[in-house]
């Protein structure tokens, strides 16, 4: 017997990651869609005679509670702006539905840590789940760096570098993307895979403490800042930069750990150990692997820790702590969240 699943949502990701994603999931059944227009809904191109389009101008009984009444609709994934998540996550909750919402986990790290002492003490006890996205930690590559890693003794030194440069495509010509009401602007929306994967290297054991970071909007079209260069310290000593622009021509990604026993570095879907390079296969974005374990932890009536709000929190928190210090000149930051 499979899981009912709503997707929340109408845009890009929805459609190109989360429904095939569902689809392809032993455990999932998508049953219905919902975004705010109904023109929206049917960009997903779902199978109407399987999946049911609900939109706030659809009429009665397709409205977003129309949907969330149903019972054979145990689970539904949110992929909305960012600034709009929360309020959904918290109503999708109350209606007794198991939740799966994109990164990051809210905009800022306030709302985030409220909202998490919610889910804790008013849903969780009733048995209900609440995920949260990060595609990054099933991705095969940086999932093999990981375990790389811990094979390599005392951490010294880390190196966290994307850049790019943003000029057009179809994520930037979303509105909420080209005008951002969040902090960051595509530091935010994107940064969070970039610090994701920086935890997941540095593993559980040697979270980071501090960081200390100078910021800049190097491109009028990415607004607030496109662009942040920090320092930062961890738990064991490792010291160590991250490096995250979408506003400049010298392009590149790279993170690497290097330890009392030797280096770990992944650049792409490249990873190399001591010198010595490996090709990994990546499964696509790291989505279908993702949903399928969610899909999986329901089956199983637990929750899967790689998908905790507290992960997401610490991810959410390295991109506001160097959002605040560029603000003011570089001044250190002590992290809070980073412990789990």
Avoid: C
């Amino acid at each position: 017997m499979t899981i009912g699943v709503a997707i929340l949502g109408g845009g890009i990701f929805a459609r190109e990651e989360h429904m095939p994603a569902v689809e392809a999931s032993k455990d999932l059944t998508l049953k219905a869609v919902y975004s705010r227009s109904l023109k929206s809904a049917k960009t997903l191109e779902a199978d109407e005679s399987q999946v049911e389009l609900y939109s706030d101008d659809s009429g009665a009984g397709k409205s977003l509670d129309d949907l969330l009444a149903r019972s054979d609709i145990k689970a539904a994934i949110i992929a909305l702006p960012i600034k709009n998540q929360p309020d959904y996550i918290r109503k999708v909750l109350l209606a007794g539905k198991h939740v799966l919402s994109e990164k990051p986990v809210a905009e800022n790290v306030r709302e985030a840590v409220d909202l998490i002492k919610w889910y804790h003490s008013e849903i969780e006890p009733k048995g209900i789940t609440w995920a949260v996205a990060e595609n990054v930690r099933y991705t095969a590559s940086y999932e093999r760096a990981a375990k790389a890693v811990k094979g390599k003794g005392k951490q010294l030194t880390f190196r966290t570098r994307m850049q790019t440069l943003v000029e057009g495509g179809k994520y930037f010509e979303t509105d909420w993307r080209k005008v951002p009401t969040h902090q960051g602007g595509f530091l935010l929306d994107g940064g969070v895979h970039f610090t994701a994967a920086t935890r997941m290297m540095l593993g559980k054991d040697n979270p980071l403490v501090s960081i200390s970071a100078h910021s800049a909007q190097l491109q009028k079209h990415l607004p607030p800042v496109d662009t942040v260069e920090a320092t930062a310290k961890s738990k064991q000593g490792t010291i160590g930069s991250i490096s995250i622009s979408f506003g400049t021509t010298h392009k590149g990604t790279e993170w690497a750990i290097g330890s009392v026993d030797g280096s770990v570095s992944i650049s792409g879907n490249k990873v190399t150990v001591d010198g010595k390079t490996e090709e990994v296969q990546d499964e696509r974005t790291g989505v279908p692997p993702e949903v399928r374990a969610w899909g999986e932890a329901l089956a199983a009536g637990k929750m899967n820790e790689k998908q905790s709000p507290e992960e997401a929190l610490a991810d959410l928190e390295l991109i506001e702590a160097m959002l605040r210090s560029g603000e003011q000149g570089g001044v250190p930051i002590k992290l809070e969240h980073q412990e789990l």
